[in-house]
């Protein structure tokens, strides 16, 4: 594992006001937050079939994009704006929601498989696997058929609270990422995770 050099920031979801409040936008609130928290307005981009922002964080000029290709296209925009920017695989980091990861975790890896997520499947299609990845836990519904209901849907107001405190805590941990590199970032989420997954060997699939 390599300290990333991040250029550009990717949140994972699907446009369109029915999806905003839904589990599988996790990746977007992040953004979002960035974007706000920067002062920085997002533009939609056409030729990227995305909403693109510029933000400054840590000493770092950083973009930050919304796929508006629906989530199984995700990687289209992301790969077109990172060509376009000649940014490298490795300097780039995808928000996504992750299943199997409870409601108050979340994790920063680089590399790995795709876990069944249909967007981050797609970022690996058009990329390869060697970007890094912020999951973030929305838990599992216990049941694979039930697994496109839940996400599509929104959490609890319980989860919702969790979810929320995962996600101030990733933002908080974003200058330590870029600064000091990830596993002093690592280190400061993981420890400090809202809820654990008992017994969860997935973690680092």
Same mark, same amino acid.
């Not at 599992?140 to 496109?148: A, E, M, N, Y």
């Not at 609270?161 to 600064?179: F, G, K, N, V």
């Given at each position: ?92 980091? +995808? ?5 199997? $990861?409870? *409601?108050?975790?979340? %994790?920063?890896?680089? &590399?790995? !498989? @795709?876990? =069944?997520?249909?967007? +981050? ?5 058009? $990329?390869? *696997?060697?970007?890094? %990845?912020?999951?973030? &836990?929305? !838990? @599992?519904? =216990? ?63």
């Amino acid at each position: 594992m390599t300290d990333p050099q991040l250029k550009l920031i990717a949140g994972l979801g699907n446009p369109g006001a029915e999806y905003a409040r839904t589990r599988h936008n996790a990746g977007f609130w992040f953004v979002d937050e960035l974007a706000r928290t920067g002062g920085a307005a997002w533009r939609r981009e056409s030729r990227h079939q995305a909403e693109v922002a510029r933000v400054r964080i840590a000493d770092c000029d950083l973009w930050l994009v919304k796929p508006a290709t629906f989530m199984n296209r995700s990687g289209v925009a992301v790969q077109s704006l990172a060509g376009f920017q000649r940014i490298e695989p490795g300097q780039i980091l +995808v928000a996504h929601d992750e299943i199997d $990861l409870l *409601p108050g975790v979340v %994790r920063i890896k680089q &590399g790995g !498989g @795709h876990g =069944g997520h249909n967007g +981050v499947r797609d970022v690996i299609a058009h $990329l390869g *696997p060697d970007f890094w %990845r912020l999951r973030i &836990g929305v !838990g @599992h519904p =216990g049941s694979k058929d039930q697994v496109i209901d839940a996400v599509l849907d929104r959490a609890t107001a319980e989860e919702q609270q969790l979810i929320d405190a995962a996600l101030a805590r990733a933002w908080t941990a974003l200058p330590e990422l870029l600064r000091d590199g990830a596993q002093k970032a690592m280190n400061r989420l993981h420890a400090s995770d809202e809820a654990k997954v008992p017994g969860d060997s997935r973690e680092d699939e």
